[in-house]
């Protein structure tokens, strides 16, 4: 069996520590000039406005229209790109498997259209707000704000008593060291990995590492809810 | 802050990831809960009918440690097909509400304060006993709603009629749907829908009339889209007074003038007559005519009394009324070009094309509730666009169980579990399955909702118990019958779950086990029936409404009508009610079927679910030998009404130039006692509003945000402005969401009301809007 490579771990270290030092002054620093931010506008016309010029490496992938996305090695974010965590992820829900809310604000005119079909069909990198749109899991359902809202207060009508469940185990602690990791949350209206596991809104610590196999479910499966072990006595067919 | 702009979103999205990376360097500190790993805990889902709205979604509850902790949507519901709206999937939140009712409160000083269960209930029970004895039988009441179960509404149904014997039980459908059901009445003889929501999955044009589907039903709504995707060629036709989601998402949306939609279905019958598109074969066989009384008047005398007479009328009387209903006629009455008015009726002509019409507040909630029902089925009667899948008209609902317990137990004054108390056959049949003597059971209707708070107000109702609605906030020309309730001599009971500008006029305060903290049912738009386990213990003393009424009915000696057990009474309640349907043409689903199956459409007959009725194709009710047999009525027709187009009960003048109306929003449910304490929802949500077209605004020198007051003859209030934000008004029209309690809008409005449904219109009344800090009205 192949050793840790320490090396490559403490450079992982230092580099998420880098990314740490690197984004706390950019928050504190960079983005209160409001002014330096720009309009957010569907990702679709900023792109179409600055076609020829790379807003970043991570765009290609993205505007590929094909069902199965080429996700090209990623590399490390630009310092000036906001790759959000599957814990940032999972804030946005309730619970595991909830809807997310939108979290970035939404217009007047987004909210009477839902026309959030430019950004969210294939995803892709929007300078706007400065990250990666993720593509939408289930592009077939349109009225978009059904189920995902934006909250525009933060404060609550009553206290609520209520518990956000803990969430699934990260799949690779599950399992037998060196398998597939099994799949620990839920599929349903999720079906489509790469919308979550690739590309550039993937969050890192989620990231797949090997998005040409796109037959996902092959080695990764769901985690079964609570159904007991098999078992069958020795004698369980009766006597012949 | 209140608002996240755009660099607050960076911020957070930032810090967010910051945060996360550190934990990651620092193995077993947490930093904050959303980096908060947990240990996998085992979740039991469970099936149950959303809590909300009409449609009657099939849910999967995740029940763990005894708390409700997720939920999906039901992949086996033929509803939903797995698939919520924002509501659905957060509604198990509204279960944890830190100010949740947990204990009975009785008032005393002004104040109410905290007593034992047990104590309540016999205050109740002695203060029913008392009015009765002083004011008589009639001066008590019972108003319940569409979200009641099954069981509650059968059981208050049973403790007032068959018990106490008064008609007094009345419910908050009728101030949602009763337009529906004097509509399916006179048209068809029979309550509720022919077809289901597989209507969808056929359709090739969906025309919904006033109704904003996208926010109200956009479940359903997004089964629309889907069969759109599927076929492109499928058209979605809005017809509206306001420009909203539904809009946008349409293929076309055709604005009309408030309460012009009854001279617009009379245009499209004209058209589709002129244009030689009506089924002369369907309408020969299976239509007969009849016309009504007109100009009924609006309800708002004291005591208001109408009855219909209806005559018959024919082929040649029919079209001869239609004449006055030419497109440019009614173009100049409704605001809709001729041309729109000619595609309309060509897409309901086109023998080629199947079409379904949706709607649901907009044509109910309508002074002339009941006729623009029957208008709407004129058109559908008149191609033969019926009973067939993709082909019908389809009243939608607004409440969860609207359908399954105001409509089918009947809980409304003139009404029983079967037919009508006005009919010696239903009340004797009634009496036999209660066991009771039928003269307990009177003949006579008393007030509909809006009259028994007059009547509260008069002194002539002493005693009201209300249970699972919040009429503080939803009953129209609101100061009137909260002043009513809160008068000395008038005793209010209120089972809530959380405290409401209701429980405020209560004297007694019940606690109530909420949705999956006690087993039940509820039965949606299309004459589904769900079943729910108990999923959830209740908090505190809480117990079901249905446990609270048989506790106070065997207090008033009434033990022999509920001989049930706790453990098994909401299975022994449904095989008796269900005794009252025992025919083929309303045959109801067993228990043991409600509980394994995601719903049950009734009839069922020999175990098979009914789709359509009226068709013998798919109803074993029907004759074979008609084909469409209409059998509610006694000539098995279906009736087209001559119903003209009549004004409003108030229009805008010079002092209230403009038309208000209500209604809701996607995020909140009702007066949203509850969805405003499900944190996404009122964060996504937070306070009321009033549209503003943005033309008037700009005339009124009004910008988006400001404030502004709201008057009408009943009131005012100071609200904030919105213009050009989810919806769009028409000009010389505003509207304002009623989820808010904080923002009274009923104070506002007129409660005038349909004379047939007695349904109040919350779509019309008149309003001017005033500048705060500017002299004089703008």
Known sequence: MKRPDLGRLLRRVVGIAAAVVVMVPIVLLVLPDAEAVPEFRSAAVVLEQEEGVPIASEVGPFRDLRENLHVVSLGEPSPHVVVPTRMDRRARRVYEGAPPWIPHPVSEELDRTQDCAPCHTFGGYNPGIRTYSPRTPHPEYTNCLQCHVARVAQELFRPTDWVTPPWPEYGRERELLGAPPPIPHTLQLRERCLTCHGGGSAAPDIRTTHPERFNCRQCHLPLGEGEEAFTRPLNAGGSP | ?778
């Not at chain 2, 009508?420 to 009177?442: H, N, Y």
Request: glycine share 8%; aromatic share 10%.
């Open chain 2, 1 to 778: 802050m209140s608002v996240w702009d755009r660099r607050e979103f960076l911020r957070r999205t930032a810090l967010g990831s910051a945060a996360a990376a550190a934990s990651s360097l620092v193995p077993g500190v947490t930093f904050g809960s959303e980096v908060a790993a947990a240990q996998t805990q085992a979740v039991e889902w469970r099936k149950a009918p959303c809590r909300f709205c009409g449609t009657g979604c099939g849910l999967l509850i995740g029940i763990s440690e005894g708390r409700a902790v997720g939920v999906r949507g039901d992949p086996d519901s033929p509803v939903n097909r797995g698939v919520c709206c924002v509501k659905g999937y957060h509604s198990v939140q509204a279960l944890y509400g830190r100010d949740r009712i947990q204990r009975a409160m009785v008032r005393r000083n002004g104040r109410l304060v905290e007593v034992p269960l047990e104590e309540a209930l016999d205050l109740v029970a002695r203060r029913l006993r008392e009015t009765i004895d002083q004011h008589g039988k009639d001066a008590v009441a019972m108003y319940g709603s569409g979200q009641w179960t099954i069981p509650d509404g059968y059981a208050a149904m049973k403790l007032f009629k068959g018990g106490i014997g008064t008609n007094n039980v009345e419910a908050n459908a009728r101030l949602c749907m009763a337009s529906a059901v004097t509509g399916f009445m006179t048209s068809f003889g029979l309550d509720e829908p022919m077809g289901c929501y597989e209507d969808i999955d056929h359709a090739d044009v969906f025309v919904l009339w006033g109704n904003n589907m996208a926010e109200m039903h956009p479940v359903l709504f997004s089964r629309i889209l889907e069969r759109r995707r599927l076929d492109p060629q499928v058209r979605i036709i809005d017809l509206a007074t306001r420009t909203t989601r539904t809009s946008y998402a349409s293929d076309r949306s055709v604005l009309f003038q408030p309460q012009t939609d009854l001279a617009l279905a009379n245009g499209i019958c004209h058209e589709i007559i002129r244009s030689g598109w009506y089924d002369a074969g369907f309408v020969q066989d299976h239509v007969s005519f009849k016309s009504g009384r007109t100009r009924p008047g609006y309800g708002l005398e004291e005591r208001f009394q109408f009855t219909d007479e209806p005559r018959d009328a024919d082929w040649e009387e029919y079209v001869s009324f239609l004449e006055d209903y030419t497109p440019d006629r009614v173009a100049e009455l409704t605001g809709v070009p001729a041309d729109e008015i000619r595609y309309l009726a060509s897409l309901y002509g086109d023998p080629s094309k199947k079409v379904v019409s949706y709607w649901c507040m907009g044509v109910n909630q309508h002074v002339r509730g009941t006729w623009m029902n029957n208008l709407i089925y004129n058109i559908h009667l008149l191609v033969g666009k019926i009973s067939e899948p993709g082909n019908g008209p389809f009243s939608l609902t607004g409440q969860p169980s609207a359908c399954g317990t105001v409509r089918e137990v009947g809980t409304l004054t003139h009404a029983l579990p079967h037919g009508v108390v006005s009919d010696a056959a239903a009340r004797e049949r009634a009496a036999e399955i209660w066991q009771v003597p039928v003269d307990r059971i009177p003949e006579r209707p008393t007030h509909d909702t809006v009259q028994m708070f007059r009547a509260l107000d008069r002194g002539d109702v002493r005693f009201m118990w209300i249970q699972v609605t919040n009429p503080m906030v939803s009953l129209p020309k609101l100061a009137r019958y909260r002043e009513g309730a809160l008068k000395d001599d008038r005793f209010v009971v209120v089972s809530d779950v959380y405290p409401t500008p209701t429980t405020d006029v209560a004297d007694v305060v019940l606690p109530s086990a909420m949705w999956i903290e006690r087993e039940g049912m509820f039965g949606n738009s299309e004459r589904r029936t769900q079943h729910w386990d108990q999923l959830l213990e209740p908090p505190g003393d809480c117990v079901s409404d249905t446990w609270q009424i048989i506790e106070v009915a065997r207090r008033l000696g009434f033990d022999d009508l509920f001989p049930w057990r706790r453990e098994d009474h909401v299975q022994r309640i449904w095989e008796e009610y269900t005794r009252f349907h025992d025919s083929p043409r309303h045959r109801m689903g067993t228990y043991e079927e409600l509980r394994s199956r995601p719903g049950v459409m009734w009839p069922v007959v020999e175990g098979r679910e009914t789709k359509w009725r009226y068709n013998a194709d798919y109803d074993p009710a029907a004759d074979p030998e008609l084909g469409f047999d209409f059998y509610g009525t006694p000539d098995h027709r279906a009736r087209i009404w001559l119903r003209p187009y009549e004004p409003a009960a108030e229009e805008p003048d010079e002092e209230f130039p403009f038309w208000l109306s209500t209604g809701r929003v996607l995020e909140h449910w009702h007066t949203g006692s509850m969805t405003r304490r499900v944190p996404v929802l009122h964060q996504a949500m937070p306070r009321a509003y009033v549209e503003i077209n943005v033309e008037d605004a700009r005339e009124l020198n009004i910008r988006d945000r400001d404030l502004v007051r709201l008057v009408s003859r009943r009131g005012s209030m100071e609200i904030q402005a919105r213009v050009d934000y989810r919806g769009q008004p028409a000009p010389g029209q505003v509207f304002v969401p009623f989820f808010d309690e904080a923002y009274l809008v009923n104070e506002l409005t007129l409660d005038a009301f349909c004379p047939i449904s007695r349904e109040p219109d919350y779509k019309k009344c008149a309003v001017r809007i005033e500048v705060p800090g500017r002299t004089g009205s703008p």
